[in-house]
């Protein structure tokens, strides 16, 4: 069974740095995309980016590249999301998905975690 | 960055018919749109990719047409867990977008 687990999340101080992970199991986790997805309260999706296999390829939304970097560990079956200079806006609950094996779309999500950037 | 745009916003049906819900994209995504489906306390689920390919294990009355700009995802004589909210996204170019999302509720 595919399992997704994030951790991690919690409250954050506006302008500080916070890591998420991603554990991964049930699957060859070295032979497929990774990807991260957030969704603030009450609002609908929005593509953070994705990691390959071997993370010699990284693609992130425009406007969150100079803030988040993902990374993967291999060894350890775990995706990361490192977040800087964080925001209100970046409140929200952060999905880490798999891609699937003949489509860039996510086939399997983690149940998410959230995070909340306040004072 | 490629706008979808999804419609109804809300659905109300009851069990045993069938409804649709819309998407269209700001320019040409040739066939490669998602549907997802979300429910509280539950993963995300993957119901269709590439415009109209069934997701393994997402039951035959969930379908996917369209290409191009307009797309449209059919769910025949709705079962109960059907009821959830709808995503679409489009997966032709960076960065992946995804519509508002359609709340299919029960009548």
């Known amino acids: 069974e595919v399992k997704l687990v994030e951790s991690g999340g919690g409250l954050v101080q506006p302008g500080r740095s916070l890591k998420l992970s991603c554990a991964a199991s049930g699957f060859s986790f070295n032979d497929y995309w990774m990807g991260w997805v957030r969704q603030a309260p009450g609002k609908g999706l929005e593509w953070i980016g994705e990691i390959n296999q071997d993370s010699s390829t990284i693609n992130y939304t425009p406007s969150l590249k100079d803030k988040f970097t993902i990374s993967r560990d291999n060894a350890q079956n775990t995706l990361y999301l490192q977040m800087s200079k964080l925001g209100s806006e970046d409140t929200a609950i952060y999905y880490c998905?798999?891609?699937?094996?003949?489509?860039?779309?996510?086939?399997?999500w983690g149940q998410g975690v959230m995070v909340t950037v306040s004072s | 960055d490629v706008q979808m745009t999804q419609s109804p916003y809300n659905l109300a049906a009851s069990p045993g018919e069938s409804v649709s819900i819309n998407c269209k994209a700001s320019?040409?995504?040739?066939?490669?749109l998602a549907w997802y489906q979300q429910k509280p306390g539950k993963a995300n689920k993957l119901l269709i990719y590439d415009g109209s390919t069934l997701q393994s294990g997402i039951p035959s009355r969930f379908s996917g047409s369209g290409s191009g700009t307009d797309f449209t995802l059919t769910i025949r004589s709705l079962e109960p867990e059907d009821f959830g909210l709808y995503y679409c996204q489009q997966h032709n170019e960076y960065p992946p977008t995804f519509g508002g999302g359609t709340k299919l509720e029960l009548k």
């Open positions: 320019k040409s995504i040739s066939k490669y």
């Open positions: 998905a798999r891609a699937g094996a003949f489509t860039t779309a996510f086939d399997y």
